[in-house]
T-cell receptor, first 114, second 113 residues
Framework: DADVTQTPRNRITKTGKRIMLECSQT?????MYWYRQDPGLGLRLIYY???????NKGEISDGYSVSRQAQAKFSLSLESAIPNQTALYFC?????????????FGPGTRLTVT | GENVEQHPSTLSVQEGDSAVIKCTYS??????FPWYKQELGKRPQLIID?????GEKKDQRIAVTLNKTAKHFSLHITETQPEDSAVYFC????????????FGTGTSLTVIP
């Protein structure tokens, strides 16, 4: 089945370390997104990309960077992790074609910064 | 930017009763309003959505209503079942800020058997 996958699924890291979260999809979608989920705060958009050459900041991009290596791959980096970046991170995809708005989420990466 | 508020944050209902979750939004240009269900430890999944040119949409036991004038939309679940227990998120899509989605803070629904 076509899907959205994330690696790693769980990660514990120390303050100041650089970390990369990866997202891959086999849905053939052109749009990809990174969100973080915190208890009581819902899902907040970090970055999004409508194609390989199009990267946009979301609501909370400070402290994060992204790379769209191919249509199917979108990576999120924390250059110098801090404890308040401890959260559940979701990648999502959507297709600008027929169902332009529906988003499909990956399984999530639980990140803990100590 | 857009601000989406969701109420209540927690909701408990008896099996078979109805559940209603409400969201308000601030940007009158928002034109698409999805609802996602997230079961414990799982990813959010779209359960129903509505576009701004429609007032109501129904899919079996689930319905969504939209009041553009008042800038609010609601999720209605009828004949609730224990498997409806989950966290529900509303969201809005705002075209004038690059087609960003803004999510509500979620409602934890518990259906008591």
């Amino acid at each position: 089945d076509a899907d959205v996958t994330q690696t790693p699924r769980n990660r514990i890291t120390k303050t100041g370390k650089r970390i990369m979260l990866e997202c891959s999809q086999t849905k053939g979608h052109d749009r990809m997104y990174w969100y973080r989920q915190d208890p009581g705060l819902g899902l907040r958009l970090i970055y999004y990309s409508f194609d390989v050459k199009d990267i946009n900041k979301g609501e909370i991009s400070d402290g994060y960077s992204v790379s769209r290596q191919a249509q199917a791959k979108f990576s999120l980096s924390l250059e110098s992790a801090i404890p308040n970046q401890t959260a559940l991170y979701f990648c999502a995809t959507s297709d600008s074609g027929r169902a332009a708005y529906e988003q499909y989420f990956g399984p999530g990466t639980r990140l803990t910064v100590t | 930017g857009e601000n989406v508020e969701q109420h209540p944050s927690t909701l408990s209902v008896q099996e078979g009763d109805s559940a209603v979750i409400k969201c308000t939004y601030s940007d009158s240009a928002s034109n698409y309003f999805p609802w996602y269900k997230q079961e414990l430890g799982k990813r959010p999944q779209l359960i129903i959505d509505i576009r701004s040119n429609v007032g109501e949409k129904k899919d079996q036991r689930i319905a969504v209503t939209l009041n553009k004038t008042a800038k609010h939309f609601s999720l209605h679940i009828t004949e609730t079942q224990p498997e409806d227990s989950a966290v529900y998120f509303c969201a809005s899509l705002t075209p004038f800020t690059g087609n960003q989605f803004y999510f509500g803070t979620g409602t934890s629904l518990t259906v008591i058997p």
